[in-house]
T-cell receptor
Framework: DAKTTQPTSMDCAEGRAANLPCNHSTISGNEYVYWYRQIHSQGPQYIIH???NNETNEMASLIITEDRKSSTLILPHATLRDTAVYYCIVRGTSRAAGNKLTFGGGTRVLVKP | ETGVTQSPTHLIKTRGQQVTLRCSSQ?????VSWYQQALGQGPQFIFQYYREEENGRGNFPPRFSGLQFPYYSSELNVNALELDDSALYLC???????????????FGPGTRLTVL
């Protein structure tokens, strides 16, 4: 699976958009970008995923650059409940990779009032 | 709510003992994956089961084993517990074992295991 690089931590203001960057420069053509978040001591929560096109759902938007070497998760109106560790994962699509998710260190996001 | 449940919530064991953790997958999901999350780290893939057969394994010794049963239940067994096995154990279910397309995994709340 391609390796991802994320900032260790970031703060954002309540009510403002939070933009979380992720670099995945070694991503291959058929690998998906997934985002999960984990609120303290809970199981990871699926947020969104994409392949090439930008994606939006009720939780967030995912912007993938045209070369697919980086992406940005956007939380449009951050709330205090969005405080969590956010993981950007590139999921391999080879038979050897199977369906496993390889988590890195993630970005610790603190939403401040 | 993901529809994935795990039991027990917390568990305390002593070194050398054996432990069984349980997971109930989301209805209709044929694949269950198990992850270990040590304090302060991201989850690490242990193994995956698809229709009751192991379908991939991470870098974990054979004393970590699993079973998947009909009707969406599964378990993780760890023998000869070591202090380093203390962690949050997560199960995740997905529709299929698809490796060549997107197939989202949905996680349960985890079981916190403490080995003394």
């Amino acid at each position: 699976d391609a390796k991802t690089t994320q900032p260790t931590s970031m703060d954002c203001a309540e009510g403002r958009a939070a933009n979380l960057p992720c670099n995945h420069s070694t991503i291959s053509g058929n690998e998906y970008v997934y985002w999960y978040r984990q609120i303290h001591s809970q199981g990871p929560q699926y947020i969104i995923h994409g392949l090439k096109n930008n994606e939006t759902n009720e939780m967030a938007s995912l912007i993938i650059t045209e070369d697919r070497k980086s992406s940005t998760l956007i939380l449009p109106h951050a709330t205090l409940r969005d405080t969590a560790v956010y993981y950007c994962i590139v999921r391999g699509t080879s038979r050897a990779a199977g369906n496993k998710l390889t988590f890195g260190g993630g970005t610790r996001v603190l939403v401040k009032p | 709510e993901t529809g994935v449940t795990q039991s027990p919530t917390h568990l305390i064991k002593t070194r050398g003992q054996q432990v069984t953790l349980r997971c109930s997958s989301q209805s209709g999901h044929n694949t269950v994956s198990w992850y270990q999350q040590a304090l302060g780290q991201g989850p690490q893939f242990i193994f995956q089961y698809y229709r009751e057969e192991e379908n991939g394994r991470g870098n974990f010794p054979p004393r970590f084993s699993g079973l998947q049963f009909p009707y969406y239940s599964s378990e993780l067994n760890v023998n000869a517990l070591e202090l380093d096995d203390s962690a949050l154990y997560l199960c995740a279910s997905s529709l299929d074992r698809a490796w060549n397309r997107s197939d989202t995994q949905y996680f349960g709340p985890g079981t916190r295991l403490t080995v003394l």
